[in-house]
């Protein structure tokens, strides 16, 4: 489940039915209840009187304080990663491909799923299983709030290359560069979500 809400199976404010559920994966009522119970603990969802569970929809200060924590995190994670051996490094450049033909193709849900998979393979290629764990806590809730953002608000080709920047960085052992440059396209998504979300 958690892992469906974060490729956007399941968008910001989509009910969960505990019957539905149980149909669609074959699950006792009891272990969907558990599952819920972790989502509800992981902030992925909220239970909501009179409504039940839904996929948790992230307020301007929820947005604001993710970013403000994802930022230095993913930043080390960029400035590990150009310091990583080039075996590990040699998945971004396959992951980057794929966003490449979402962008031709203006595919925005396509582009957006690429964009978690490109986040999470630069984590993996900084090596640290604690600051991977910790990254997949914090970018869930916003992986799944940018399916239900992104068409129209995201500009897939200007978050494409501020990708590039990073993975230049990368490629090229500058830590230092790989980490400005995660910055620096953080922070332009940060401002863009909540542009966004403020009309």
Do not use: C, W
């Not at 399941?10 to 119970?37: C, D, F, I, N």
């Not at 993996?124 to 600051?131: D, H, I, K, Q, V």
């Amino acid at each position: 489940m958690k892992e469906a809400i974060a490729r956007g199976e399941y968008l910001p404010g989509a009910h969960l039915v505990e019957a539905q559920l149980t149909a669609k994966y074959g699950a006792s009522r009891a272990t969907v209840r558990e599952v819920l119970r972790r989502l509800l603990a992981d902030d992925l969802v909220e239970h909501l009187p009179y409504r039940g569970v839904q996929v948790r929809r992230l307020s301007m200060a929820d947005v604001v304080e993710l970013y403000m924590v994802r930022e230095p995190i993913e930043a080390l994670a960029a400035r590990l990663a150009a310091k990583a051996p080039k075996a590990a490094q040699r998945p971004l450049r396959g992951l980057q491909r794929e966003a490449a033909g979402a962008v031709r193709a203006r595919d925005h849900i396509r582009f957006a799923r690429s964009n978690a998979s490109l986040h999470r393979a630069i984590a993996a290629a900084a090596g640290n299983r604690s600051l991977l764990a910790v990254l997949g806590r914090l970018n869930a809730p916003l992986i799944g709030f940018q399916f239900a953002s992104v068409d129209g608000a995201l500009d897939i080709a200007r978050a494409h290359a501020e990708h590039q920047a990073v993975l230049d960085a990368i490629f090229a052992r500058d830590p230092v560069a790989a980490e400005a440059a995660m910055r620096r396209h953080l922070r332009a998504t940060r401002d863009l979500i909540l542009r966004a979300m403020s009309i």
